[in-house]
């Protein structure tokens, strides 16, 4: 049974009551979690206000720098077995599993460099000042973390957090917490103080909503969905605690006729598949330009009709979805496209060894999906592609920003002038110009407009959010 971390200790819940872990390639449960209560939370933000209050704001940058360089270390040490806990927590893929536990390597490497980086400015002013501005951490900082890549968003909210000078209160997803228990061990292990990173775990609208609640948290980082964004961002505003929201998207992979197909298709069918389309800014809309529109939808068929899907440990293309309620929701996405007469491509096969139990589904490529068709507005979170056609580049920008979203656009074009025009009039946080997420890279500011959200996580960016500037002026004639 697995058990809060608060204070660099293994704590149980005040409710007396677990969680069931259950393991998504077989729908079994295999383990248990503590069901966090508002006192659990309350005892976490104690342990980090203390160790705010009392070693860690002492330390330079530079130590700092230290103790998540070590972190690092710890976590590259402890890579396979970090991925083997994903894996049978989320249901992910080997090779997913250990990218994303080596992301969470590459975070704290980042961000320990990053520490001792991080300046204020002096500014020009009246004769007699000297002004100053000095670049300080919120405190305490609350991370609200979905169950998708627990790792990787643990490693760019909490890693950005730490190297900026605040300490961690951190609520894993319900359905996914194990890797982060283990990461607060081994930060233990590699010296950060008591109190530096608590995790309590349990359901969203008891802990994770004390807190969002709670008035010692200084600031909340959240991702996860626009609507439980919305529900943080009242409660939040109640006190006025600053927040940083990365909600979803419905992005848009546009493809131009004169683009290199043979470079672009891979991509476009990975940005879907990973992570069995359990991704924020997965490539879920699909723009291709009219003349290109038959001959690519007939090569991506075939490759969606090749994409395997099974048990996580088998290391397929795709591997089962979180929980029965995610599958239940790709469904129902499914069967409106049915009654819609949304036409189906192909799809991918569930592999003879999936269990029945597990929550597998099929990848899905949908052409013709109209744009107001909420398969074509809202986010799916399953590998389900709906395609489109656009005659122009005026279209293309029309259609690419015709959601609620702005996340991320792919745009493939060998045009060098289309492809800034392109990403000047594309709403989202990120543009990518002939791939899609540039592998992911740690440096690079990551975060939404419109209702993907606001704020940036990742690269240095985050430490702005993460800091709030104080201005010192001084009267010295
Ligand atoms: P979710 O919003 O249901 O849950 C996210 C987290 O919020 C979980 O830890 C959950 O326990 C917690 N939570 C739920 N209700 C809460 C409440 N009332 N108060 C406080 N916390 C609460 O989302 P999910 O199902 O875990 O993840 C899927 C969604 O997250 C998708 O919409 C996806 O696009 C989004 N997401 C976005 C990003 C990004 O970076 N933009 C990354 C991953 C996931």
Redesign the pocket.
């Known amino acids: 049974m697995q058990l809060h971390y608060i204070g660099n200790s293994k704590v149980r819940s005040t409710s007396e009551r677990t969680i069931p872990v259950i393991d998504p390639s077989d729908g079994h449960p295999y383990d248990e979690i503590q069901r966090g209560t508002a006192e659990d939370m309350d005892a976490a933000v104690k342990a980090a206000r203390q160790c705010y209050e009392g070693v860690w704001r002492k330390l330079s940058a530079a130590e700092r720098g230290r103790l998540l360089m070590r972190l690092s270390q710890k976590i590259a040490e402890h890579a396979d077995e970090l991925a083997a806990i994903e894996q049978r927590d989320c249901g992910k893929p080997t090779k997913q599993a250990k990218a994303d536990a080596l992301a969470l390597v590459r975070y704290f490497e980042f961000y320990s460099g990053a520490c001792d980086k991080l300046h204020g400015e002096t500014i020009p002013y009246q004769q007699g000042y000297t002004v100053l501005t000095w670049r300080e951490p919120h405190g305490v900082t609350g991370h609200?973390?979905?169950?998708?890549?627990p790792m990787q968003?643990f490693g760019r909210s909490v890693g950005g957090a730490l190297a900026a000078g605040n300490v961690c209160v951190v609520?894993?997803?319900?359905?996914a917490c194990l890797s982060l228990l283990r990461v607060a061990e081994l930060a233990a292990e590699a010296g950060f103080p008591d109190g530096a990173i608590n995790i309590v775990t349990g359901?969203?609208?008891e802990v994770?909503?004390a807190?969002?609640r709670h008035a010692g948290i200084d600031h909340i980082s959240?991702?996860?969905?626009?609507?439980?964004g919305t529900?943080?961002q009242q409660v939040a505003a109640e006190r006025h605690c600053p927040v940083t929201l990365?909600?979803?998207?419905k992005s848009p992979q546009v493809v131009f006729a004169d683009a290199d197909l043979d470079e672009a298709l891979p991509v476009v069918i990975n940005a879907i598949v990973q992570n069995a389309g359990q991704t924020?800014?997965a490539g879920s809309r699909l723009l291709v330009e009219q003349s290109l529109y038959e001959p690519l939808l007939e090569r991506l068929g075939k490759a969606f009709a090749n994409l395997r899907v099974g048990p996580a440990a088998m290391d397929l293309d795709v591997g089962p979805l979180i929980r029965q309620s995610q599958q239940q929701r790709v469904w129902d996405f499914l069967s409106d496209a049915q009654h819609a007469d949304i036409p189906m491509v192909a799809q991918g096969q569930v592999v003879d060894e999936a269990p029945e139990s597990g929550y597998y589904q099929a990848p899905t490529l949908l052409r013709d999906v109209p744009v107001t068709h909420r398969l074509a507005q809202e986010?799916v979170?399953g590998p389900v592609l709906a395609s489109m056609s656009f005659k122009d580049e005026d279209q293309a920008v029309e259609m690419a920003n015709a959601t609620h979203f702005g996340?991320v656009a792919g745009i493939w074009t060998r045009d060098g002038a289309r492809q800034l025009r392109m990403a000047r009039r594309v709403k989202s946080g990120q543009v990518f110009i002939n791939n899609y997420g540039a592998g992911g890279g740690v440096e690079l500011p990551?975060g939404?407009v419109k209702s993907?959200?606001y704020g940036r996580e990742k690269g240095f960016e985050a430490l702005y959010g993460f800091t709030t500037v104080k201005t010192v002026a001084i009267k010295h004639g």
């Open positions: 609200v973390i979905p169950w998708n890549y968003i609520k894993p997803s319900e359905d359901y969203g609208h994770g909503d807190l969002a959240f991702t996860g969905s626009p609507r439980v529900l943080i990365e909600l979803g998207g924020c800014s986010e979170f996340l990551f939404g993907s959200g």
